[in-house]
């Protein structure tokens, strides 16, 4: 189950959100909202969010593994609802 789940993190989370925010900053019809990845967007380009997204799915799989309880699953779960939602958000300012 949490393999599963951690694939579906980095297939919405890391996948969708950067392909989508990718499009939406290529082809000026997006920006980046998040405040911190925008600072990084600002200063390294898109470069600067795949290092924060890197380092967040770091941080994400450091919680789940040093976790020592069965709500640990919550983790990649979280993330994969966070990365649902931003890709369809995302998609849906793409669309407009």
């Known amino acids: 189950m949490s393999r599963r789940l951690w694939v579906a993190a980095v297939l ?3 996948v ?5 925010t ?10 980046e909202a998040g405040p911190i990845a925008g600072a990084f967007v600002g200063s390294h380009g898109y470069l600067g969010l ?3 997204k890197l380092l967040t799915f770091g941080l ?3 919680v789940w593994r040093v976790a020592h309880t069965r709500g640990k699953i919550a983790v990649p779960l979280a993330v994969t609802l966070v990365g649902t939602v931003v890709t369809l958000w995302n ?3 793409l669309l407009a």
């Open 12 to 14: 919405t989370y890391g």
């Open 16 to 20: 969708g959100d950067l392909v989508t």
């Open 22 to 31: 990718y499009i939406g900053l290529a082809t000026d019809r997006g920006a």
């Open 50 to 52: 795949v290092v924060l």
């Open 60 to 62: 994400f799989y450091l």
């Open 91 to 93: 998609t849906s300012v």
